[in-house]
């Protein structure tokens, strides 16, 4: 197919009207969807409606080994969640932290320690004269958000197809200012990378001026596989060991993807000295966690294997949605060079690269139109994509005849935006 750049006007011309009669006719029907976030879907949420009633009088409430979960204790988790999730994780219980249902709040919680204290007896992050953190871009605009929050330069390194530019991250990281980096490093949010055996080692043996340097690595999408060749994440804790660099690695995860988003469970793991500053800080914080729902967890899912059986529930009702997305992009944009989109292997986005200058415009029609997506810039540092290009597609929680609806007219639009600034030029 000839691509549209090289199209005369006038074919061009010809072409913006049918789009645009096709868009009018699809805002017409007064459409109102919103694939804004990464949410599940009803009939995944329908997966675990057991968990609820699987921990009652009749079976009681305690541990393995005696706690009663209604009461005080246990400020780290009950045993069986830690020992769950440190396979999950592969790392040891004695690593694990299980906490509320959000491990945003826990790495929030993290950087504001840090902030506050420092990390491991070190100078607190709010006496340094300057503060930055390394974001890779297109990331999770939550994370950015967070550091920008405490006031932190947000500094956006390029995503590879092996992770981010470890180059730009090793140049950066020789600045003292320089006090962590964001990573989603299986399936990431938005492009579906899994970072590669080679950047997982650089993470782990790379020098940094900073000594309390922080890798905050968010491994949300490590069950969320979507074939039945999963891709494979090198342990980063375990290579920072041989480098003698463990403390720098800080790993969270939850199941507010794999249970219920409001009502799941989040955990954090990292060394021996690291679970020992978070937990002196706990101290003063809280009295422990819902410890009833761990026991659900437990009780409903056995153990990480349990976890990942039921995983497999979820990617059978998830990959015809993400089909539904990838047919439509090639169906419709393929060879037309407008766009390029990621095909991921697991997690909950699909990361589409429109012409520069095309992602606020093909974002704006689709809410004319009544569909809601993520905003354009949103996956960049302080919501600033440079080339004004990359958008975030979430197919996870429509049906798939809205999804289909949505997809097409995102097609239209997209098509639409460049067309229009071709014949701009």
Not at 156 to 161: A, E, F, K, S
Not at 273 to 289: E, H, L, P
Not at 311 to 317: D, R, T
Request: glycine share 8%; charged share 25%.
């Amino acid at each position: 197919m000839e691509a549209l750049k090289d199209w005369p006007k006038e074919r061009l011309s010809a072409r913006a009207a049918e789009l645009r009669s096709q868009y009018e006719e699809t805002r017409a029907q007064g459409l109102k969807l919103d694939m804004s976030r990464g949410k599940p879907g009803p009939e995944q949420l329908d997966l675990t409606l057991g968990l609820l009633d699987c921990v009652n009088a009749r079976d009681g409430y305690k541990t393995a080994d005696g706690v009663d979960t209604r009461n005080y204790g246990l400020l780290d988790g009950i045993p069986e969640a830690k020992a769950m999730f440190a396979d999950i994780l592969e790392v040891d219980p004695s690593q694990v932290i299980v906490g509320g249902n959000s491990s945003l709040n826990m790495m929030f919680d993290y950087i504001a320690m840090a902030y506050a204290h420092g990390v491991n007896g070190g100078k607190p992050w709010c006496k340094e004269e300057k503060l930055k953190f390394l974001c890779p871009s297109p990331g999770y605009d939550r994370h950015f958000g967070v550091t920008e929050y405490f006031g932190f330069e947000l500094i956006p390194v390029d995503m590879t197809p092996g992770g981010p530019d470890m180059d730009a991250v090793e140049r950066y990281a020789a600045d003292p200012a320089v006090k962590g980096i964001w990573c989603v490093p299986m399936y990431s949010n938005p492009d579906g990378i899994t970072y590669s055996d080679e950047t997982v080692r650089r993470f782990a043996s790379m020098k940094t001026a900073a000594p309390d340097f922080r890798i905050m690595w968010d491994n949300a999408y490590c069950l969320h596989h979507l074939t039945d060749m999963p891709d494979t994440l090198l342990n980063l804790y375990d290579e920072a060991v041989k480098c003698g660099t463990e403390d720098r690695v800080v790993i969270f995860a939850s199941t507010s993807k794999v249970s219920f988003p409001g009502s799941g469970i989040a955990v954090m793991a990292g060394s021996p000295a690291t679970v020992a500053d978070v937990k002196r800080r706990m101290n003063f914080q809280t009295i422990g966690y819902d410890k009833l729902n761990m026991l659900r967890h437990v009780r409903y899912f056995g153990d990480a294997n349990g976890v990942r059986e039921h995983m497999k529930l979820h990617a059978a009702i998830l990959r015809p949605k993400f089909q539904t997305v990838l047919d439509a992009l090639e169906q419709h944009l393929g060879g037309k060079g407008i766009a390029e989109w990621n095909s991921p292997r697991g997690g909950y986005f699909v990361s589409v690269n429109l012409m520069d200058g095309c992602a606020k415009e093909t974002v704006r029609l689709l809410k004319e139109a009544g569909v809601v997506m993520t905003g354009a810039g949103a996956t960049y540092p302080y919501g600033n994509d440079p080339r004004d290009r990359n958008i975030r597609i979430a197919p996870t929680f429509p049906p798939i005849d809205e999804l289909k609806v949505a997809i097409d007219l995102f097609c239209v639009c997209a098509e639409l935006a460049a067309i229009e600034k071709l014949l701009a030029e």
